[in-house]
């Protein structure tokens, strides 16, 4: 069991969910394709002050969603992964270039995933990696941005996820970089909204525990973007976030804003030594 | 405009003698987290704050406490200790105080506050993720709905 229970009726719902877990799988490991090996749970990292041991969004979610991820065949998400091919192929911009011009194959970005958010230097800001596609479209293919949350991007970003999978996120939150991090830091411990939550307190205190019918993860977002059952499409880790800061009664922060993408620096350290796990599967 | 209003008032005082003494968020005097005086004068309704309790748009006190007299209700979390017992555990003044504001009662408590109205950071319209207006924000629960609550946990006995 990973956590004290304050009551006996907790106590007792935690037995009847450990029971569950055990069907559930919450011990299994996960093994895409029956060959690649992703680290779903590991030591926490050293700047995490709070929580010992980290787990991917994996291991809290049933059997069957779980099965969903195991094979690429089963996978809803790989279908925008293929689109995310197409979109990787297609020349675009005054310069007729594609993503294939310069980078060859997505194969050839295998690890670009696992590093980013990433310190830019010329632009002197995080990027995320969104970010540094839509330069790429913009400085080097001559063509418009893509909406930072819309399909072909999602898709692209799914695509670069999908050939980092098993790699172990790796962000810098050091150097030029450390003060977004220490925004998205406070930001993630900032309780907001009518109901007064911060991520803290339903990820880092109450991991493992049920919300009315949820079961709480700890919110990590190696598994992203992630192909939801509960609205059938590929979701962004910053609409993602939207979503939990307006749970909490909360006016919220938009998808590419500077504190979304400080949140999501912040959110990738909190899971490095994970594998890049996107597209994954979540309810 | 201004007669009518006074007019109404009187009329309405008339009528339901309690409504004149709603406290107002603002006005609760909390003493070691518990708060002595009805918010609208009234007794609560057990019945009515049962349904506070589990519905989700109301109290939702069941998506983080574990109820054994609401198992009808499915679903209950286990982010706050169970309130089986509450009732002997706690003075109806006391679960008043932790209902309007639990943060009184327990500091920096995740339970949020049902009967406050400003203090919050970045709030929200409801759940539409819209910035409120400060001056539009009403309390999580009105006055009534937390006396309501009240009654129901002082029927949670062993």
Known sequence: MRKMMTSVAAMTA???????????????????????????????????????????????????????????????????????????????????????????????????????????????????????????????????????????????????????????????????????????????????????????????????????????????????????????????????????????????????????VALELYLSSRGNGLSVEGPSVRN | MKRTFVAAAVVMAGTFPALAEVVAPAAVTYADGAVAQSLTGQAGNADAGRTVMTTRGLGNCIACHQVTALEDFPFHGEVGPSLDGAGDRWTQEELRGIVANAKMMFDGTIMPAFYKKSGYVRPGDGYTGKAAKEEDLEPLLTAQQVEDVVAYLATLTE
Not at chain 1, 84 to 93: L, N, P, Q, W
Not at chain 1, 138 to 161: C, H, I, Q, S, W
């Open chain 1, 14 to 260: 935690a037995i009847a969910l450990a029971a569950g877990a055990a069907s559930a799988g919450q011990e299994d490991n996960l093994v895409v394709n029956e060959e690649i090996e992703i680290v779903v749970r590991t030591d926490a990292p050293a700047h995490m002050e709070n929580v010992d041991t980290i787990y991917s969004g994996w291991t809290f979610r049933s059997d069957e969603t779980q099965a969903l991820q195991m094979d690429d065949f089963d996978n809803p998400g790989m279908i925008f992964v293929d689109m995310g091919r197409e979109v990787f192929d297609a020349a675009a911009g005054s310069e007729g270039k594609s993503c294939a011009s310069c980078h060859e194959s997505p194969e050839n970005l295998k690890g670009v995933k696992a590093v980013y958010p990433k310190w830019n230097d010329q632009a002197e800001e995080v990027y995320t990696i969104e970010m540094q596609i839509n330069e790429c479209r913009t400085d080097r293919m001559g063509a418009e941005k893509l909406k930072y949350n819309g399909g072909d991007m999602t898709n692209l970003v799914a695509l670069l996820a999908s050939v980092s999978r098993g790699m172990p996120v790796n962000v810098a939150i050091d150097g030029p970089a450390q003060s977004t991090w220490e925004w998205g830091k406070e930001l993630y411990y900032s309780r907001t909204g009518q109901l007064e939550l911060s991520c803290a307190n339903c990820h880092e205190d109450n991991y493992d525990n049920m919300i009315r019918a949820d079961h709480l993860s700890q919110g990590q977002i190696n598994g992203f973007p992630a192909y939801r059952l509960k609205n059938a499409k590929l979701n962004t880790v910053h609409d993602r976030f939207k979503g939990c800061v307006r749970d909490t009664r909360a006016e919220t922060y938009a998808p590419a804003s500077p504190e979304f």
